[in-house]
T-cell receptor
Framework: AQSVTQLDSQVPVFEEAPVELRCNYS??????LFWYVQYPNQGLQLLLKYLSGSTLVKGINGFEAEFNKSQTSFHLRKPSVHISDTAEYFCAVSEPGGSYIPTFGRGTSLIVHP | NAGVTQTPKFQVLKTGQSMTLQCAQD?????MYWYRQDPGMGLRLIYY???????DKGEVPNGYNVSRLNKREFSLRLESAAPSQTSVYFC??????????FGEGSWLTVV
């Protein structure tokens, strides 16, 4: 069975500083990996995804993530954050060839201070 | 460009009352999902439908029923609401294994 661990429940950071949100997963097979963002009082929307190919994936709003199979990680990074990046971020995993149902982590709240 | 539409957005129920959350998608997706979101718990899957005519239980199905009315619509019913069902509910749709698209959420309070 697949599972996702987001290691930090809350990450405070100052504007224009770099940030990394950590995600580890467990699965016995190959995986698809996703990062979603949720702004206050809204639904989730896709930031980026890894299905295959290059392990460095670029998404919207300047975010990127790197798939590391040996460490079973998919950490999300941004070199310089903005106040508008304040939101909840969710990592998710699904198994191609299995049920395909995505499993979500518990979320990381990114708080950007001026 | 509607995507996933769910109604109502807000609802207050008394314990024991019933209600149905409606969801419709216009992206021709086979798979549809209902999640609930609670503080510190992330998203937990209630029920899902891999295709029209099929439904399956997720992680937290107790107290809920679903209907996949057709390819577009997937409703969630609370037969006898309990305070523990106070939550934010999200409907989503997608193609197998790939990106899923979420509705805006339904805030339900059971008093």
């Amino acid at each position: 069975a697949q599972s996702v661990t987001q290691l930090d429940s809350q990450v405070p950071v100052f504007e224009e500083a770099p940030v990394e949100l950590r995600c580890n997963y467990s699965s016995s097979v190959s995986v698809y990996l996703f990062w979603y963002v949720q702004y206050p009082n809204q639904g989730l929307q896709l930031l980026l995804k890894y299905l295959s190919g290059s392990t460095l994936v670029k998404g919207i709003n300047g975010f990127e993530a790197e798939f590391n199979k040996s460490q079973t990680s998919f950490h999300l990074r941004k070199p310089s954050v903005h106040i508008s990046d304040t939101a909840e971020y969710f990592c998710a995993v699904s198994e191609p060839g299995g049920s395909y149902i995505p499993t979500f982590g518990r979320g990381t709240s990114l708080i950007v201070h001026p | 460009n509607a995507g996933v539409t769910q109604t109502p957005k807000f609802q207050v129920l008394k314990t024991g009352q019933s209600m149905t959350l409606q969801c419709a998608q216009d992206m021709n997706h086979n798979s549809m999902y209902w999640y609930r979101q609670d503080p510190g718990m992330g998203l937990r899957l209630i029920y899902y439908s891999a295709s029209e005519g099929t439904t399956d239980k997720g992680e937290v199905p107790n107290g809920y029923n679903v209907s996949r009315l057709n390819k577009r619509e997937f409703s969630l019913r609370l037969e006898s609401a309990a305070p523990s069902q106070t939550s934010v509910y999200f409907c989503a749709s997608g193609r197998q294994g790939n990106t899923i698209y979420f509705g805006e959420g339904s805030w339900l309070t059971v008093v």
